[in-house]
């Protein structure tokens, strides 16, 4: 923000006239902030007020097209494109539907953390991942500077080859990467002085390995460090790792937050402020990160969302806690049929108490405002899964081949239950040895089981493996 004084009095009273709107919103979030997550999930910050005075009384926050905004006069102009005044402008820069989203996930994201959050919605999830990282891979010192940080290696396809090609190949950014991420000595050993900050995917996708979230987050910023998280797989309604002390968190909502498959979208939520040691003259920068963000890189570089796909996301999202309740209540089906099947040498879900990462999962993956009769909240472990078929790679693609109900798709998070083969398909760019590190065999089935009824999948993946 420029010094009030070098501004005229039409830009002044067009400030003013802003200022008793912010004061509005303020309260208005601070009402909004005391409903349930259900009902900030289905209203936002989107009121029957709001709509019959702006929008027509329509009850579904409308779809704005238009990519531009235009002003009263010259004053408001100067005003808004100096960001003196709340504005969306220009669709790049900002947009009203965009705006309803992001409220709704800060305000999720946020939700009885104790953490005031804010958001920034991207075209995608890989969009919302670069857009969080590249501000703190900047170079800091006049001489050389050997920058890394330090990431789990458990990670999506895409994720892994944004680092190991973009960053490491193209930019010489070292990526130093975690073995084992639930191995809180594994990720001390790797930090150094040009560490700018620790990242981890949990639940992994395909994997499902967890770390210790909040043992990260205490790590980084013993190191004045930010601990960045994708929380893809879990969703604000079974993990909300700003509790924690994270710093940011982000989401492919083309997974399922937008379960109905219609579009594709990320989101970038921050906590207010973030832990780190880079100097960037913007206060925001550390007060309002991803406020930060949506003002300067995401207009310079345009990863800019697009309205429908917000509306889409939106609108699947008004649910989204009890869709999780039930289909991971179906995955947990699904898994202890998988998991006692002859056929089958190895089921990795969160929800099996054999599985390794079970402990940490327990700890952190829970229904938010469930009830388990004694006042705390129930666990719940959402709908990936893993599965590793007897014998020959052949095998796999067998039992793959001849799923019936189950579609063949690299996707997931949908309301219908898709599978793919990691090693031939999601993992298949980085190549055998990487794969081995991260441990995703050929034999790999990955599952996301949806909102069908469980018996019919479990009728599927049966006569699938009988063909065995
Ligand atoms: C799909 C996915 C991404 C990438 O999201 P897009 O919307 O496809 O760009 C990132 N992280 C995880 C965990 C994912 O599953």
Redesign the pocket.
């Known amino acids: 923000m420029n010094d009030d004084q070098q501004y005229g009095p039409g830009v002044l009273k067009y400030m003013k006239e802003a200022q008793k709107l912010l004061d509005q919103k303020k309260k208005q979030v601070n009402r909004i902030k005391k409903f349930k997550f259900d009902t900030i999930a289905v209203h936002g910050l989107y009121t029957a007020e709001e709509a019959l005075k702006q929008n027509q009384g329509a009850i579904i926050e409308p779809l704005y097209l238009s990519a531009s905004q235009a002003y009263r006069d010259s004053d408001e102009m100067e005003a808004a494109l100096a960001y003196l005044i709340p504005t969306w402008c220009y669709t790049r820069i900002a947009n009203p539907t965009i705006y309803y989203l992001e409220w709704v996930l800060a305000l999720l994201e946020g939700y009885k953390t104790g953490q005031d959050a804010s958001c920034l919605v991207t075209a995608?999830?890989?969009?919302a991942?670069v857009s969080a990282i590249d501000p703190f891979l900047v170079k800091q010192k006049e001489e050389e500077e050997k920058i890394n940080f330090v990431s789990s290696v458990q990670?999506?396809g895409?994720?892994y080859q944004h680092f190991s090609v973009r960053k490491m190949q193209d930019r010489g950014i070292e990526v130093r990467w975690v073995e084992h991420q639930d191995d809180i000595e594994e990720w001390k050993t790797k930090i150094n002085e040009n560490t700018r900050f620790l990242y981890s995917?949990a639940p992994?996708?395909p994997q499902q390995s967890f770390c210790d979230v909040k043992a990260l987050a205490d790590l980084a910023h013993s190191h004045e460090i930010p601990f960045i998280i994708?929380a893809?797989?879990a969703t604000p309604a079974l993990m909300r790792p700003l509790a924690y002390g994270t710093d940011i968190v982000?989401h492919?909502?083309?997974?399922s937050i937008t379960s109905s498959g219609l579009a594709?979208?990320?989101a970038l939520i921050s906590r207010k402020p973030i832990v780190t040691n880079i100097k960037n003259d913007n206060p925001l920068f550390k007060e309002n990160f991803a406020e930060y963000v949506k003002f300067l890189p995401y207009r310079d570089n345009g990863p800019a969302a697009s309205p429908p796909n917000a509306l889409f996301a939106l609108n699947d999202l008004r649910t989204l806690r009890s869709k999780m309740d039930l289909v991971s209540q179906n995955s947990q089906q699904v898994a202890e049929f998988l998991a006692q099947h002859p056929r089958v040498y190895q089921v990795d879900y969160l929800g099996l108490p054999s599985f390794h990462f079970h402990p940490l999962a327990k700890k952190y993956l829970k229904l938010v405002d469930s009830d388990d009769g004694t006042g705390k909240e129930f666990n719940r472990y959402g709908h990936l899964m893993s599965f590793r078929v007897d014998g020959p790679s052949p095998n796999a693609r067998k039992v793959f081949d001849n799923l019936k109900v189950i579609f063949r798709a690299t996707d997931?998070?949908r309301i219908k239950s898709v599978a793919c083969i990691p090693a031939i398909s999601t993992h298949q760019q980085q190549g055998e040895k990487a794969r081995q590190m991260a441990d995703i065999p050929p034999q790999m089935i990955r599952l996301c089981v949806g909102a069908e009824d469980p018996d019919d999948i479990i009728g599927d993946l049966d006569q699938a493996l009988r063909t065995l």
């Open positions: 995608s999830g890989m969009s991942i990670l999506y895409g994720t995917e992994s996708n994708d893809t797989c982000i492919s909502l083309t997974k594709i979208g990320g997931l998070g």
